[in-house]
Structure formats: C-alpha cells, structure tokens
C-alpha cells in the first residue's frame, strides 16, 4: 500500500511496522520511562500525519519538539538505523509549524472565555467543593440571565461580587447564594490569577479553523503549544485548557462517519494531569468524548509514563499503542511491567514482559489494529527517525518563523469589549445616582409638606429597575457557553 493508505512507524530486520491511515481515528497511545523516545516518537508521528495532509495539534512540554520546523541533519546514528528500517522517500526536510502559547511569548497567544469554559471545567480548576461549586453555577445561570457576558477574570470576580452583594434579592429565584463560598470562590481565583491564568482568559478566542489547516503543499499545518512555562506555573491550567479544547472540537465539528484519515490529530504529552484527583463525573465525560469523538474524524493520542496512568475505560478506547521502555527497581514496578505486557495480544517470538525492561533508547513495542480494527500481535519496533530536526530551534529561529506565520497579528492584542465588569460597573453608578436623587427628592418633599411622608424606594426596587434599563436592549439573547456539547448540559 502507498502511504496514502499507511505510513511506516518504524521496523527491524527489514520489516516495517506500519499504521492504517484508516485506523489513525481510533486514538493512541505513547508510554514509556524519561529519556526513552517517547519526544521523538511523537515527532514521528506528527511528521507522518502532516504528510498525509492531516493538521496536528501538540503539546510540548520540554521544549524539544519545535525543530519539526526545521530540516534535520545527517548523523551516523540516522545512517546505521535507516540501513536496518527499509524506508522509501526519507529525505530530511522541515514541516510546516505554527506556535502558541499562552503567555504570548513563545508563540501566538491562545485564550478562551470564561463563558466558553463553563463552570464545570472552572469547578474543576478550582479544586471546588459541591456548595461552591453550586454557587459557581449560579452565578453563570445569572449571568445567562440578565444578558451579561463572562469574557475574563474580572468579569467573573465582579458578577460574584454583585451575587454577594444582592444575594437576599437573589434568593427567590436562584436559591441560597453563601457568602462564605463566594468568598471562597474569589481566593480561588487571586490564586489562579499568580499563577498567570488571566493571560488565557479574554478575547480574542483561539478559532478551532486555525488549528486546522493545510500548507500551499498539501502538507497538515502542525500547531505546537509551548507549554513549558505553563507547566511549571499552572499545570491544572494545562490540563483544563487541553479538555476544554477536545470538548470544544466535540461540540463543534460535524458528524464524518468513518473517513479514511482523521481531520485532525490531537497529541496529549503528561496525560496523567487529566486525570489525577479529577471527579468521577469529569472522568465519565472524558470517557464518553474520547469514545464519540473520533465519528468527528479527530484521533486522540495520549503521551504518559505508564499506561496505568489512563483509566480503563479510556485506555480501551485506544487503538495504537508504543510502548518504550520501563524500568524495574521495586516489587510495584515489576506489577506495573507485568499489567501493561498483559495488555498487548501476545507475540510468540518474544516474552512481552521481559523485552519491555530491555528496550532501548528509540525501540518499543508497537500495536497497531488490522483493517477490521482488532489489534495484531505485539512488535519490537525501532522506531524510524524524524526528517525533521531532533531537538528544539533557537529563540531567533523561532521568532523569524513566528514573524513569518499566517496568524501574525490575528491574536496578538487582546480585546476587552462591553461585558458583565462594565455592565456591573455602570448598574452600580446608576444605582447610587438614583438613591442621591431619592434622598434629594425626599429632603425637598419633607421640607415643603412635612405632613406627607412618603415611602422610600428600596434598594432592591432600584435593583430592579436600573436591571431591566440596563438589559432591556439585550432581551431573548443567550449567551454562547463553551462547555462539553450536549453532554454536560451545553446550552446555545
């Protein structure tokens, strides 16, 4: 078959080991101790889908995988393993690369909303409690309500501040809004915000087209994320932003059926950051979009140490899997080695088991799934080596390639339209004008009538008011909230 049909992962003693471009949908999986491969085996893969014309979508967590952008060069080491890897075509060359990153320094900045994220990512984030978390609800449903947008941090904190404020006008109708949890909330968030989070936060909003996009070759666009710096800051930030990106493409990409190439390719590096101390709930959406997403045409592929740091019903939904090698210094780590050799349907020339502590740097074991999708018998691979540079490009080379994006300038300054903070900001001024003008008209009315007293207007009559003056403009209209599709809820 030609390449259009599958490409090469690696091979040994001249034969390829080689992955269904049809199966590439089904998600993956790359495993193995630092300093084993698992950097350059993502290098390979990301390589071999922009070939393909597949856009692809990456993490890179230590800094290596920006040189895709840059040809590679000769080396022996390259020369000994092609003479064992029988490839057609190698070539070193560059690939077409895009950079983000949050903090708008290392690549174009990439932001969400907070109505975007929704409050259950946010919850999550937070590390809330279930009352908390209720009132974070809350204060979405109310934003929803009286038509304010929730764009950034001080939005967020100025529509909580005002549920604290009216929260005895509010009770009615949202049930009981605690001070304390409120109070709580906003901690939270002055914790978030040390941690650079309102850089991600805010307009203009990263468009799901610009993470997919082909080059004037025919060549998939490979988008980097730099996510160094935010990995030592804010890895819960990292990871919520990784799901709220696949729940994103869940909500909004059209059904495809069973193409014969994914329409984008989805690299997760330090998968287990989704996971660790997430809800149970959370982990069962993660489930069902990991399971559903791929009829969007979109594969997944998780990067971690161990398998066993994917839940089962995650990891059964993963159809290549590499494994490189793992060590084995305690009596737990033989267990872990005994676990993830039991996971791959067996190869009679080898025992799994042993073969996966004796690995080396650039070898794994390799699964891929057959035309009807049940995975083949288990190969010990070298994994081919990339076209593209092994290890990261200079700052300068990365500024002259960023300079010389597509994107360049699209994202650059950031927008602060009208949202719930100015709303806010104007209701608190025409409240306090309308109570200077009641006590003015109450004064005037005692000093000419005095025997006509007059019931003063409440504050929450104001409230009222001044609310429906301000939102009287913006009636029937709903606020776009990003969270996971139909499946937690999303309203449009």
């Not at 932001?111 to 994220?117: F, G, K, L, Q």
């Not at 850089?199 to 004037?216: C, I, N, R, T, Y």
């Not at 799901?243 to 330090?270: A, H, I, Y």
Request: glycine share 8%; with cysteine; net charge negative.
């Amino acid at each position: 078959m030609s390449e259009q049909e599958r490409f090469a992962i690696g091979g040994a003693d001249g034969v390829l080991v080689e992955q269904l471009c049809k199966m590439s949908n089904r998600h993956g999986l790359i495993t193995g101790a630092t300093g084993t491969g698992k950097t350059i085996t993502l290098q390979v893969l990301a390589e071999s889908f922009s070939r393909l014309g597949v856009p692809v979508f990456a993490t890179d967590i230590k800094g290596d995988l920006s040189g895709v952008a840059s040809a590679g060069s000769p080396h022996p080491k390259i020369d000994e393993r092609l003479q064992k890897i029988p490839l057609d075509g190698f070539q070193n060359r560059p690939y077409p690369a895009v950079f983000w990153d949050v903090f708008g320094q290392s690549g174009h900045p990439i932001r969400s909303t907070i109505s975007e994220m929704g409050p259950l990512l946010l919850s999550n984030l937070l590390d809330l409690n279930d009352t908390q978390s209720g009132n974070l609800y809350g204060c979405f449903k109310i934003a929803d309500d009286e038509g304010m947008l929730l764009l950034d941090l001080k939005d967020l904190r100025s529509m909580l501040s005002w549920m604290s404020d009216n929260a005895k006008e509010l009770r009615g109708e949202y049930g009981n809004i605690s001070g304390a949890s409120i109070g709580a909330i906003q901690r939270q968030l002055l914790v978030l915000e040390e941690q650079g989070a309102e850089h991600f936060f805010g307009e203009p909003a990263v468009k799901l087209s610009d993470l997919m996009q082909v080059d004037f070759s025919g060549n998939g666009v490979i988008s980097i994320l730099d996510a160094t710096k935010l990995m030592a800051q804010a890895p819960g930030v990292y990871s919520t932003f990784m799901l709220w990106l696949l729940s994103e493409l869940f909500e909004q990409l059209p059904e495809t059926g069973d193409p014969d190439r994914p329409k984008l390719v989805f690299f997760f590096d330090e998968a287990h950051l989704l996971f660790d101390q997430a809800p149970k709930m959370l982990v069962d959406k993660i489930e069902q979009v990991v399971r559903l997403i791929r009829s969007k045409g979109v594969g997944i592929y998780f990067i971690s140490q161990s398998p066993l740091d994917i839940p089962d019903d995650v990891l059964g939904q993963l159809g290549l899997k590499i494994q490189h090698a793992l060590r084995a210094f305690t009596p737990k780590d033989r267990k872990v080695i005994r676990s993830v050799a039991e996971s791959f349907r067996a190869n009679p020339d080898f025992d799994t088991e042993a073969v996966i502590t004796q690995l080396g740097i650039g070898e794994a074991l390799v699964s891929v799934l057959d035309a009807k999708g049940s995975p083949l018998p288990v190969e010990r691979t070298l994994i081919r080596p990339p076209e593209s540079r092994i290890g990261p490009l200079s700052d300068q080379e990365r500024r002259q390639r960023i300079e010389r994006s597509p994107l360049q300038g699209r994202y650059d300054d950031a927008l602060d339209r009208e949202s719930a903070y100015e709303l806010l900001k104007e209701r608190a001024k025409e409240i306090q004008e309308q109570e200077e003008e009641e006590a003015e008209r109450r004064q005037a009315e005692k000093a000419s009538r005095p025997a006509r007293g007059r019931r003063r207007q409440t504050t929450g009559e104001a409230l009222v008011k001044s609310a429906a003056r301000a939102i009287g403009s913006q009636v029937g209209r709903q606020i776009i909230r990003g969270l996971m599709g139909s499946l937690l809820g999303r309203r449009r």
